[in-house]
């Protein structure tokens, strides 16, 4: 989750300060009657304006009786235990009106027949990527025992050193190895990811093993289940070796051992929440980890850490048993050192499950080979008229396009509505999921208390009115149908990665993105490029941005005190 930036709190606290006044107790009470709560007219009066409400007094009379049923039906809500697993009975779907979702799946090649040699340099394997790595386990050049060893041994020595790591899973992670090694020799070789080692973001749930959510409140949990998205890793042989940081319930870097550290410049924090996920990746800590996106939490740690991560398609990968923050903006998707590497993950871990109703089963038909003149590709000229973050790499990505014989559609990014504004409905939906960690005043343990900060903000997310939330929201679907016809003339956009509200906007239409690194800055910090996507189309974006990582070298270099 991006660090929200709203101007929210001070209206909060002046509401907080009126609901103080708002109502008093009166002894006018039967026996074995409940009290009865009195609202003062001039509080409600002083409340409706900050909610840019007028009532006459007439209106605020005939108001009492109505809050004070309203009270009572909060409280018996709030006497209900709600597990953060449970959903709202309301679900998001990004689909534009007529939209059809493609039907057939086609074969897809992975092209592990390519020649990979096992490098004299053992440490070199640090930076292999995972097609690299798939053919070295499938030839049986290393075990799966041995290269998870390997990398259990660099997150040992650099672990700390980047505070990327909750825990480490080795007796799982061997044990996982062993089985793949045995299957692989007896001939049963379950794909690319068979024998590659991997960490998990720590929101998603392992059975037996802590799931912290990187906060103090929740530092001790173990959820009695095992998430979707590592029932598939496991299923696609891949090997758990480690449960990664993220900020303090998916915001920043900051989690309750400390900030997570780029590898880059160990002075600089690694962006958030995926920030264990993307720091241990471009260390060569790890081959690919999972991360989740609400408001940029793969983009941005993606981004100042140089790395490759897809962002999918809302409702693409299942998020049965990883925490909920915003039931209808969550994603779940993989954090890697190319497009390639994340197109392989993403096969293994999209698709329904039975348990979260959200998820839309789609082909993905990955073509490595696709051809730069068979693809239809845009840009918003508007957002790259005022990109001001690091603007000759990006135009310098648009020149490598055209270099490359691609034909680029200038495209207005809309900005016709209210889209910072929208941010309302993440607010109203993590107080939701957070409701008891505010409520039981839990929330005071965490590590970060500032003005913009989780605990604050679920505070004042309280007096977000449902009306204006589901008016939000119906904004929301003004905006998929603008967003999506955008894609009637194009397959991908490319945009910069956090001009204007692209990140945002996206987020709430629940397009996919790749974000991959397109340079580097002054001081040496990689920078980053987004291509979007139509929905459920991660295949054109991840093929296009292969073809930009084949004709660059920005994803193969790697952060110099850790190439050992």
């Known amino acids: 989750m991006k660090r929200i930036t709203g101007t929210l709190a001070f209206s909060a606290l002046l509401i907080a300060i009126s609901i103080i006044s708002l109502t008093t107790w009166s002894c006018r009470q039967k026996p074995a009657e409940k009290p009865v709560m009195v609202f003062m ?5 002083l409340t409706g304006e900050m909610f840019d409400l007028v009532f006459s007094q007439v209106e605020l009379d005939s108001m009492r009786s109505g809050l004070n049923d309203q009270l009572s039906y909060y409280k018996e809500i709030h006497a209900v235990k709600l597990d953060n697993s449970i959903p709202p009975a309301l679900l998001f779907n990004p689909l534009p009106a007529g939209f059809v979702l493609p039907k057939d799946q086609l074969p897809l090649d992975w092209q592990q027949k390519r020649e990979v040699r096992l490098p004299d340099d053992k440490a070199d394997l640090a930076f292999y990527s995972v097609a690299d790595l798939s053919v070295l386990i499938k030839t049986r050049q290393i075990t799966s025992v041995k290269l998870t060893k390997f990398f259990l041994d660099r997150l040992k020595k650099y672990g700390d050193t980047l505070k990327c790591v909750i825990t480490l899973t080795e007796d799982l992670a061997l044990k996982q190895a062993k089985k793949a090694d045995d299957e692989i020799a007896a001939g049963m070789y379950r794909g690319p990811l068979h ?8 929101l998603v749930a392992v059975k037996g093993f802590k799931t912290t959510w990187g906060s103090v409140p929740y530092r001790d949990q173990v959820i009695d289940r095992t998430a979707t998205v590592a029932k598939k890793l496991e299923a696609a042989g891949a090997v758990l070796v480690a449960k990664l940081t993220l900020g303090e319930l998916a915001m920043d870097d900051v989690w309750f051992g400390g900030m997570t550290k780029n590898p880059w410049d160990l002075k600089q924090g690694s962006s958030g929440s995926s920030a264990g996920s993307a720091s241990s990746v471009a260390a060569g800590l790890l081959p690919f980890a999972i991360g989740s996106e609400t ?95 690091h603007p000759q790499n990006d135009k310098r990505t648009l020149n490598e396009f055209k270099k490359l014989g691609a034909s680029l559609v200038p495209l207005q990014f809309p900005d016709s509505l209210p889209v910072e504004s929208l941010q309302i409905i993440l607010s109203a939906e993590a107080a939701a999921a957070f409701d008891e960690l505010t409520r039981s005043n839990r929330d005071s343990l965490m590590v970060r208390q500032y003005q913009e900060a989780w605990p604050n903000i679920f505070r004042y997310a309280r007096f977000i009115p449902a009306v204006e939330y589901i008016q939000a929201n119906r904004i929301r679907t003004l905006a998929i149908e603008e967003f999506n016809k955008l894609f009637d003339d194009v397959d991908v956009i490319i945009s910069p990665s ?61 952060p110099k005190m850790f190439l050992k």
């Open 295 to 389: 408001w940029g939490s793969i983009v941005s740690p993606s981004t100042r850490c140089g790395t490759t991560g897809l962002r999918p398609t809302f409702g693409r990968v299942s998020r049965a048993g990883c925490m909920a923050l915003s039931w209808s903006m969550d994603k779940i998707g993989p954090i890697a050192r190319s497009a390639e590497d994340c197109a392989m993950v993403f096969e293994a871990i999209r698709g329904s499950d039975g348990i979260d109703k959200t998820v839309i089963d789609a082909p993905f038909n990955y073509d490595p080979n696709l051809q730069i003149k068979n693809i239809r590709i845009g840009y918003f000229k508007n957002l790259f008229d005022k990109d001001e973050d």
């Open 41 to 45: 007219t001039d509080s409600v009066k």
């Open 195 to 202: 024998g590659i080692p991997f960490g998990l973001k720590d």
């Open 498 to 558: 956090f001009t204007g509200d692209q990140l945002l906007l996206t987020n709430l239409t629940g397009n996919p993105c790749v974000v991959l690194p397109n340079g580097f800055d002054k001081d040496h910090h990689p920078t980053s490029i987004t291509f979007i996507g139509k929905l459920f189309d991660e295949a054109s974006i991840l093929e296009v941005a292969k073809i930009y990582q084949d004709a660059t070298d920005f994803n193969k270099q790697h």
